[in-house]
Nanobody
Framework: QVRLVESGGGSVQPGGSLRLSCAAS?????MGWFRQAPGKEREGVAT????????YYSDSVKGRFTISRDNAKNTLDLQMNFLKPEDTAMYYC???????????????????????WGQGTQVTISS
């Protein structure tokens, strides 16, 4: 059982920045951030292999968000810059067991995988 605890959400104006952090009891091979806005399906935001340097981003956040990890501390971060109102959502840290593709996991929105989820942290972008 992987335990995940997110922090760092909040409310900022468009164009602002936020940094989300996730404390994990352990890392799986692939870790990531997902989000769900009211009335919308969950979507993958960014995923990362915990070995190596490969990262994956949704088209909607590419160039604005950066996922990073600290293997020594088992922390997973998401730096979010140039935030837009459409980034408003509940953000979840996630881990997935097994030798899965981080890229496919991102595209799936986590569906059909046996994920571990954090409790979520709300991000609201509003002027």
């Amino acid at each position: 059982q992987v335990r995940l605890v997110e922090s760092g959400g909040g409310s900022v104006q468009p164009g602002g920045s936020l940094r989300l952090s996730c404390a994990a009891s352990e890392f799986t091979r692939c870790m990531g951030w997902f989000r769900q806005a009211p009335g919308k399906e969950r979507e993958g935001v960014a995923t990362i292999y915990t070995r190596g340097t490969s990262t994956y981003y949704s088209d909607s956040v590419k160039g604005r968000f950066t996922i990073s990890r600290d293997n020594a501390k088992n922390t997973l971060d998401l730096q979010m810059n140039f935030l837009k109102p459409e980034d408003t959502a509940m953000y979840y840290c996630a881990a997935v067991p097994g030798r899965i593709s981080c890229g496919q996991w991102l595209l799936s929105g986590g569906r059909a995988y046996d994920n571990y989820w954090g409790q979520g942290t709300q991000v609201t972008i509003s002027s």
